[in-house]
């Protein structure tokens, strides 16, 4: 059983930092790619960052500059570094992830239950 947890969101000021983190456990055998989504109210869900398995990054235009996607050496683990926030990024934030459980087995993606960001002041 392959759980995503993500964790880090809260409540900040504009112009302020936050760095969501999503922790992947259960019988992985491998992570190819990792993104983060966010979802506004009202709103479709959206890719804001992703990392393939070279470490090639991916930003939408609205993050790119402020927004920071990592991972640890293990791959377990991805981090959205989140600066200079804006209203305008309060959102529910899902990560993903494309895995293996086994050697065998065909890649599936698996999300996260979100943490939700509000920047207000």
């Known amino acids: 059983q392959v759980q995503l947890v993500e964790s880090g969101g809260g409540l900040v000021q504009p112009g302020g930092s936050l760095t969501l983190s999503c922790a992947a456990s259960g019988s992985i055998f491998s992570i190819s790619s990792t993104g983060w989504y966010r979802q506004a109210p009202g709103k479709q869900r959206e890719l804001?960052?992703?990392?393939?398995?070279?470490?090639?990054?991916y930003y939408a235009d609205s993050v790119k500059g402020r927004f920071i996607i990592s991972r640890d050496n293990a791959k377990t683990t991805v981090y959205l570094q989140m600066n200079s926030l804006?209203?305008?990024?309060?959102?529910?934030?899902?990560?993903?992830?494309?895995?293996?459980?086994?050697?065998?087995?065909q890649v599936n993606d698996y999300w996260g239950q979100g943490t939700q960001v509000t920047v207000s002041s």
């Open 48 to 57: 804001v960052a992703s990392m393939d398995n070279a470490g090639s990054t």
């Open 86 to 105: 804006k209203p305008e990024d309060t959102a529910d934030y899902y990560c993903k992830m494309y895995l293996r459980v086994t050697i065998i087995s």
